[in-house]
Nanobody
Framework: QVPLAESGGGSVQAGGSLSLSCVASGRSFSTYSMAWFRRAPGKEREFVAAIRRGGSATLYADSVKGRFIMSRDTTRKIMNLQMNRLQPEDTAVYYC???????????????????WGQGTRVTVSS
């Protein structure tokens, strides 16, 4: 199990940027695949981005591709999500997630992850 804690949420106007961070505890961070999901008001949790353990693959949802950049620092046990050109439809609670058993084909599925942070709220105004 990897305790996770997100930070960096806030309010921004459309076109602005925010950077989210997810700090992991525990000794096995490098063996975990990590992901960001979000839940907008009244909607289901949706995939945003994921990075495979070892960094061999990074996936993005089509809605954020080209605007969001996900990275991880294994030494510091931190995962980041740089969000640029934010739009009102990006408004949501953002969650980081971790799994040491997810395979590449499952990385977009919330059920594939067994550790979750508490979430950080992002609000984008028009």
């Amino acid at each position: 199990q990897v305790p996770l804690a997100e930070s960096g949420g806030g309010s921004v106007q459309a076109g602005g940027s925010l950077s989210l961070s997810c700090v992991a505890s525990g000794r096995s961070f490098s063996t975990y695949s990590m992901a960001w999901f979000r839940r907008a008001p009244g909607k289901e949790r949706e995939f945003v981005a994921a990075i495979r353990r070892g960094g061999s693959a990074t996936l993005y949802a089509d809605s954020v591709k080209g605007r969001f950049i996900m990275s991880r620092d294994t030494t510091r046990k931190i995962m980041n999500l740089q969000m640029n050109r934010l739009q009102p439809e990006d408004t949501a609670v953002y969650y980081c997630a971790a799994s040491n058993s997810v395979i590449l084909s499952q990385m977009r599925a919330p059920d594939a992850y067994h550790d979750w942070g508490q979430g950080t709220r992002v609000t984008v105004s028009s």
